[in-house]
């Protein structure tokens, strides 16, 4: 090989280090935390109808569970960049456009009711588990309807492409159970659709439904399924390319489980729905990861 041919070779493979290490570098960094030091906001959303994991007052402020544990992240990413202040600004989403709306960076985080799934992995990611429920169906208790097979040639309200929709198709079929699942915009929605006695039961996840029963006008005249049809692990929903910034929800959540702030949090929105059981005691525990 001629000396210009090794000094031209020579060039090409320091070109391709450059840009080697520049997509290394690059990808190493976190678009979402760069955007929000450079701004000085981020970005939630929240479902408006779940609550009480996250809701709007009617003073405008957004409330719950969920809600509260997003505004406890911001604060810590906050402090992580030292900016002086971070505005936060909240996006109402419903079941049908959350997931895109983190996808496509609408928000930074969607903070509501969403079961972490596999498939829904292939579009964004999650953070580590903040709540543990189940499907469930509530009816009225007149109705006597205490078992999924009760349900056969019934109306089920449910809010449609949810896990739960899903979950509860699968197992009627499995029943065998000839069920018209009732599609619905939200929860409430298909609350009044079974209080009205337009349909025979509105499915959802358990704690939901205890919450909308125990704020109803007369809660006795509700009653719930005996048993869960399917297993909601609950995450906060984060871009799927940033693993920088997911690791930064991580660790604030982390730092409340390890703190033990989750348990004045939990009895704030859900204490009176009862306490925590063992196996939502167990994730607390689990999920507080070493540093």
Not at 109 to 129: H, K, M, N, Q, W
Not at 143 to 164: G, H, M, S
Not at 231 to 249: K, N
């Amino acid at each position: 090989m001629s000396s210009q041919r090794c000094v031209d070779a020579l060039r090409m493979c320091a070109a391709v280090c450059l840009m080697t290490a520049a997509a290394v570098a690059g990808a190493g960094a976190s678009q979402t935390l760069d955007r929000i030091r450079a701004e000085g906001v981020i970005h939630l959303g929240y479902r408006a109808g779940a609550a009480p994991f996250s809701f709007r007052e009617r003073d405008g402020r957004i409330r719950g569970y969920s809600a509260e544990l997003c505004s406890r992240v911001a604060t810590a990413i906050q402090k992580q960049l030292g900016l002086p202040a971070l505005k936060v600004e909240w996006t109402p989403l419903d079941a049908a456009d959350r997931l895109d709306a983190v996808a496509k960076g609408k928000v930074d985080i969607e903070c509501g009711t969403t079961t972490a799934t596999l498939s829904r992995y292939e579009r964004v990611d999650f953070s580590l588990p903040i709540f543990v429920d189940g499907g469930s169906i509530l009816t009225r208790t007149e109705a006597k309807l205490t078992r999924l097979a009760d349900f056969a040639d019934k109306r089920v309200a449910v809010i449609p492409k949810t896990t739960t929709e899903a979950a509860l198709r699968r197992e009627l079929a499995a029943l065998d159970a000839k069920t018209e699942l009732v599609a619905v915009n939200d929860f409430a929605a298909g609350l009044a659709l079974l209080i009205a006695g337009k349909v025979d039961g509105c499915a959802g996840d358990r704690i939901v439904l205890v919450s909308a029963r125990a704020g109803s006008a007369d809660p006795a005249k509700l009653a719930l399924l005996d048993a869960d049809f399917s297993f909601e692990p609950y995450a906060l929903v984060v871009r799927r390319d940033d693993p920088d910034f997911r690791l930064a929800v991580n660790r604030a959540l982390v730092g409340i489980y390890r703190s033990g702030d989750i348990d004045e949090i939990y009895f704030r929105w859900l204490g009176a729905l009862g306490r925590p059981g063992p196996l939502l005691h167990s994730m607390f525990y689990l999920n507080t990861l070493p540093e």
